[in-house]
């Protein structure tokens, strides 16, 4: 089935430092949502966001709805130790089944 | 409020066997979708379930087949079980369209 492009695959940063995750799609979302998934645990939604350009924050958490409806960029400030784990983007269109197509995953790692 | 909860948590199975996997929705959700998330994959869409009544289904043969019961909760049930179908099974419950919230997961091995 159809996986959204995330990049980059994994990165390891510093505590303290910001992370900035993108994704992109061959086709248009009406709404697009990060969630973050920890090893044994099903995804947990981070931020949604439901129009093209929209920014919404959800504490650390930045993220964005691309202009063109294909992308979406999530930036997380002032990284912890927490914050590990794998973050996934996903694409939905509002319609008979509201599925989300989910990109390849971000996995992030933070060093003390 | 209760979570999206889901058994069993791990299972064993050998090829050409069956299997039914259940999920109960989060208080207040009537919708439930199913995903198959393969090791280093993200969630592979198999179908969702409105009203007790599939609502939509992903690239998934028909030996993939669900059930909801008046109470929102779900089955997943697998037919003719083969190798590739080794994965972590989510269940994802929601109200009509709006956001999905999901379960912990059941790991299936098939050997």
């Known amino acids: 089935g159809q996986q959204l492009n995330q990049s980059p695959q994994s990165m390891f940063i510093q505590e303290g430092e910001d992370v900035s995750m993108n994704c992109t799609s061959s086709?248009?979302?009406?709404?697009w949502l990060w969630y973050k998934q920890d090893p044994g645990e099903g995804p947990v939604l981070l931020i949604a966001l439901y129009k093209a350009g929209e920014l919404t924050s959800n504490g650390r958490l930045t993220a964005q709805f691309g202009i063109t409806r294909k992308d979406s960029f999530l930036n997380i400030s002032a990284s912890i130790p927490s914050d590990v784990g794998i973050y996934f983007c996903a694409g939905r269109n509002t319609g008979t089944a509201s599925k989300l197509t989910f990109g390849t995953g971000t996995r992030l790692q933070v060093t003390l | 409020e209760t979570g999206v909860t889901q058994s069993p948590t791990h299972l064993i199975k050998t090829r050409g066997q069956q299997v039914t996997l259940r999920c109960s929705s989060q208080s207040g959700h009537n919708t439930v979708s199913w995903y198959q998330q393969a090791l280093g994959q993200g969630p592979q869409f198999i179908f969702q379930?409105?009203?007790?009544?599939?609502?939509g289904r992903g690239n998934f043969p028909p030996r993939f087949s669900g059930l909801q019961f008046p109470n929102y909760s779900s089955e997943l049930n697998v037919n003719a079980l083969e190798l590739d179908d080794s994965a972590l099974y989510l269940c994802?419950?929601?109200?009509?369209?709006?956001?999905?919230?999901f379960g912990p997961g059941t790991r299936l091995t098939v050997t």
């Open positions: 086709s248009i979302f009406n709404t």
């Open positions: 994802a419950s929601s109200f009509d369209s709006y956001e999905q919230y």
């Open positions: 379930y409105y009203r007790e009544e599939e609502n």
